[in-house]
């Protein structure tokens, strides 16, 4: 029982270019998050997906695109990378009675 | 005023020294309240949730006061371990969106 999985741990890009981070889980539950962390920054909400079929902008959506492809599997595309968007990326997962959230391991990406 | 708020510390205590924190939140409608621990540089993890009651989970008691809108995390007999971010977690009723403050640091020393 993995949980939140995240594809991949680690990633480099040049600017401009292209990539989709992944996230799986395994505990059905219904909602699924985006977040990005940056030092001294705390964390802020990308995009969201309440439920299979639904997808809504979070605190910071631009330059970011999200696919809710199945229940299980929630991907966040970054079109053109910019510099501005190196951070590390969690993905998170909600349900239950008191809708606590479950959070991947984490990419970190680097945008030069 | 920001929604959630903590001291960022960090709070710097000796092995075995109880320690504790508060956060305060602005929207009195809330009605789900967690702590979660960050360690460096991975993702955050549930500590627990916190009733209205209050509860305890070892050697961690948690608290809500929502007159005053805070709650606390008490930690009893800390340990070298338990030195991370602890984050304050705020989610009103039928949202899907919680909000995270922005972590009060522990440092645990010998």
């Known amino acids: 029982n993995a949980g939140v999985t995240q594809t991949p741990k680690f990633q480099v890009l040049k600017t401009g270019q292209s990539m989709t981070l992944q996230c799986a889980q395994d505990m059905n539950h219904n909602s699924m998050y985006w977040y990005r962390q940056d030092p001294g920054m705390g964390l802020r909400l990308i995009y969201y997906?309440?439920?299979?079929?639904?997808?809504d902008k979070g605190e910071v959506p631009n330059g970011y695109n999200v696919s809710r492809l199945n229940k299980r599997e929630f991907s966040l595309r970054l079109e053109s990378a910019a510099p501005s968007q190196t951070s590390v990326y969690f993905c998170?997962?909600?349900?239950?009675?008191?809708?606590?959230?479950?959070f991947g391991p984490g990419t970190r990406l680097t945008v030069t | 005023r920001k929604e959630v708020e903590q001291d960022p510390g960090p709070f710097n205590v000796p092995e075995g020294a109880t320690v504790a924190f508060n956060c305060t939140y602005s929207?009195?409608?809330?009605?789900?309240f967690f702590w979660y621990r960050q360690d460096c540089r991975k993702e955050p993890k549930l500590l627990m949730s916190?009733?209205?009651s209050g509860n305890e989970d070892g050697r961690f008691t948690a608290q809500l006061n929502r007159a005053s809108q805070y709650i606390s995390l008490l930690i009893r007999d800390s340990k070298l371990s338990d030195s991370a971010t602890y984050l304050c977690?705020?989610?009103?009723?039928?949202?899907?969106?919680?909000?995270f403050g922005r972590g009060t640091s522990l440092i645990v020393h010998p």
């Open positions: 998170a997962i909600a349900g239950g009675h008191s809708y606590e959230q479950y």
């Open positions: 916190v009733y209205s």
């Open positions: 997906s309440a439920s299979e079929g639904t997808t």
């Open positions: 977690v705020v989610k009103g009723g039928g949202s899907y969106i919680p909000t």
């Open positions: 929207n009195s409608a809330s009605q789900s």
